[in-house]
């Protein structure tokens, strides 16, 4: 079907070139876009572009991943995030891309709908992907977590109404370039699995050579009031515990606390860190990266940890 006013499927010129850019259809709290020219370079730099398979274990709103494969520098993503909602977004928008397009273009931004969404986002994959885009495009901040209002207030009498995020042509015509890349068989996997069984499959499939992890896990303060799985001290531990053994090559950033550089400093002195060629002990970095909102930039120090031998020094200094 195609939908008045919007590109059908066959229109070759809405087809993402390499060197494209693609951004997310989801707002995402969090979200990682501002790291775009780190990884870029970090790549180049590593002799890893077009990189065969990047992982996104923590995917979100995947901004980071999005740009990297229509920019053509990986020739392929895998996509895992443990809340139902956002792996069903990423499902459909990737393997049923059509659909989501339908029931975007037929939603009815109103307060109701927004409430009956909240109170039931679905049973199965469509309705669930459907849910998870349109409480993500008109509730405060993208937050899907229950305490988020909506876009406006209860009472809607904000200058910024319900539907004020909720560009139908725009957002149709990211999901429709993700659709493409999809149908190119540039995403390799999308999957609704913790970090830990991610990883276990991922290893499985591919060699060490052949892929590079970007764990962007909940941040350490806050995490719980933005997303809806739990991520507290445990699992940052765990998750810390799982990367400095690891071999493969991987990136985490993570919001800047003395705790998380402590976390990854013991692991180093334990030994317990990886002992590839390509890949050694955890090394911690920290970049600036800038919020902006409405009313003013923001800034923001984003520490990076990972394994890999070289980063592109104009990015980072060391933590
Ligand atoms: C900081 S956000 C990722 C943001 C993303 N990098 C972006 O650019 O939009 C963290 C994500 O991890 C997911 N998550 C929380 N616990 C998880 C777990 N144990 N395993 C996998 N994903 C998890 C959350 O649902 C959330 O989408």
């Given at each position: 079907?195609?939908?008045?006013?919007?590109?059908?499927?066959?229109?070759?010129?809405?087809?993402?070139?390499?060197?494209?850019?693609?951004?997310?259809?989801?707002?995402?709290?969090?979200?990682?876009?501002?790291?775009?020219?780190?990884?870029?370079?970090?790549?180049?730099?590593?002799?890893?572009?077009?990189?065969?398979?990047?992982?996104?274990?923590?995917?979100?709103?995947?901004?980071?991943?999005?740009?990297?494969?229509?920019?053509?520098?990986?020739?392929?993503?895998?996509?895992?995030?443990?809340?139902?909602?956002?792996?069903?977004?990423?499902?459909?928008?990737?393997?049923?891309?059509?659909?989501?397009?339908?029931?975007?273009?037929?939603?009815?931004?109103?307060?109701?709908?927004?409430?009956?969404?909240?109170?039931?986002?679905?049973?199965?994959?469509?309705?669930?992907?459907y849910a998870c885009l349109f409480l993500n495009r008109t509730s405060y901040s993208g937050i899907l977590q229950g305490r988020a209002g909506p876009i406006g207030g209860q009472k809607q009498q904000s200058a910024y109404k319900i539907d004020c995020r909720f560009y139908k042509d725009e957002i149709i015509h990211r999901l429709r370039q993700i659709g493409h890349l999809a149908a190119d068989g540039r995403v390799a996997a999308v999957r609704p699995t913790?970090?830990?069984?991610?990883?276990?499959?991922?290893?499985?499939?591919?060699?060490?050579?052949?892929?590079?992890?970007?764990?962007?896990?909940?941040?350490?303060?806050?995490?719980?009031?933005?997303?809806r799985k739990a991520f507290g001290r445990t699992q940052h531990e765990s998750l810390a515990a799982l990367l400095t053994a690891m071999d493969a090559p991987w990136v985490l950033s993570y919001d800047h606390h003395e705790e998380i550089v402590e976390l990854y400093r013991a692991s180093v002195q334990d030994g317990s860190q990886g002992t590839s060629d390509s890949a050694g002990g955890p090394r911690l970095h920290k970049t600036d990266l800038i919020y902006c909102n409405r009313h003013k930039g923001r800034g923001a120090t984003e520490l990076i940890i990972t394994n890999l031998a070289q980063l592109p020094s104009e990015h980072v200094s060391t933590a």
């Open positions: 079907m195609t939908l008045e006013g919007v590109p059908g499927e066959g229109d070759r010129s809405r087809r993402p070139s390499r060197n494209a850019d693609l951004h997310s259809p989801l707002r995402y709290p969090g979200g990682k876009r501002q790291l775009v020219p780190f990884f870029v370079d970090l790549l180049k730099l590593n002799g890893q572009s077009p990189l065969p398979v990047f992982v996104e274990p923590f995917a979100g709103g995947a901004a980071v991943s999005l740009h990297l494969l229509a920019a053509g520098l990986v020739d392929s993503v895998v996509l895992a995030d443990l809340d139902p909602l956002v792996y069903a977004f990423w499902h459909q928008a990737c393997f049923h891309t059509e659909q989501l397009v339908q029931d975007i273009a037929a939603a009815n931004v109103t307060l109701d709908e927004w409430h009956r969404l909240r109170a039931n986002p679905g049973r199965t994959l469509r309705e669930k992907a913790s970090v830990e069984v991610t990883v276990e499959w991922v290893e499985s499939k591919f060699a060490n050579s052949e892929r590079l992890y970007y764990f962007d896990p909940p941040f350490w303060e806050k995490g719980e009031r933005l997303y």
